[in-house]
């Protein structure tokens, strides 16, 4: 069964300091991937997809992922934290088999906080 | 930008009632969803929609029930609420995709419906 993992439930840097946030996912075919953001109180709001056409997506915000196949990896990252950025981030893979193909698999999410 | 309106921010009911939570898209998506969030366990898939009159059961169906009676327009119904169903609750549209089952496709959030049942 296909399945994201999100390492670290919560994460804080520093303001200015490098974001890394983790994700990997399980999939027996190429994957379609995605990083949504969600602000207290709101939605989720898409920060960047990869659909196969290039590894290194560029999201909005500064965000940008990594699509490794040889470690089924998609970690998100942003070179400096602005204080704007403390949020829940979530990892999803698109189900790839069975009726619910094309539904979205999700992680269980990692908070960012950024201290001053 | 797509917008989805869900219809109440904020709802407290009491156990036992019959619960509508209304979620309209304005971008003429076919695909529409309805998912739960709760603190640890992430979003989980309750029902979902592939067009007009179609519903599909999701993750954790159980206790609830959808309508799609137009394609802007996806309810979700709790039929006899209890407790267990405090939660936060998401609706996302999508466009179906080409070919791909809407697997290349994001889908896009309302703002939530927070639901307390005492």
């Known amino acids: 069964a296909q399945s994201v993992t999100q390492l670290g439930s919560h994460v804080s840097v520093s303001e200015g300091a490098l974001v890394l946030l983790r994700c990997n996912y399980s999939?027996?075919?190429?994957?379609?991937l995605f990083w949504y953001v969600q602000y207290p109180n709101q939605g989720l709001q898409l920060l960047l997809k990869?659909?196969?056409?290039?590894?290194l997506v560029k999201g909005i915000n500064g965000f940008e992922a990594e699509f490794k196949k040889s470690e089924t990896s998609f970690h998100l990252t942003k070179p400096s934290a602005h204080m704007s950025d403390a949020a829940e981030y979530f990892c999803?893979?698109?189900?790839?088999?069975?009726?619910?193909?094309?539904?979205?698999?999700f992680g269980k999410g990692t908070k960012l906080s950024v201290k001053p | 930008d797509v917008k989805v309106t869900q219809s109440s921010r904020y709802l407290v009911k009491r156990t036992g009632e019959k619960v509508f939570l209304e979620c309209v898209q304005d971008?003429?998506?076919?695909?529409m969803f309805w998912y739960r969030q709760d603190p640890g366990l992430g979003l989980r898939l309750i029902y979902f929609?592939?067009?007009?009159?179609?519903?599909e059961k999701g993750d954790i169906p159980e206790g609830y029930s959808v309508s799609r009676e137009k394609k802007e327009r996806f309810s979700l119904i709790l039929e006899s609420a209890s407790t267990n169903q405090t939660s936060m609750y998401l609706c996302?549209?999508?466009?179906?995709?080409?070919?791909?089952?809407?697997?290349?496709?994001?889908?896009?959030f309302g703002d939530g419906t927070r639901l307390s049942i005492l």
């Open positions: 996302a549209s999508r466009l179906p995709g080409q070919g791909s089952f809407g697997r290349d496709q994001p889908q896009h």
């Open positions: 999939s027996s075919v190429p994957p379609y």
């Open positions: 990869y659909t196969s056409a290039a590894t």
């Open positions: 999803a893979v698109s189900q790839n088999y069975g009726g619910s193909q094309g539904n979205l698999i």
């Open positions: 971008m003429d998506h076919e695909n």
């Open positions: 929609s592939y067009d007009v009159k179609m519903k």
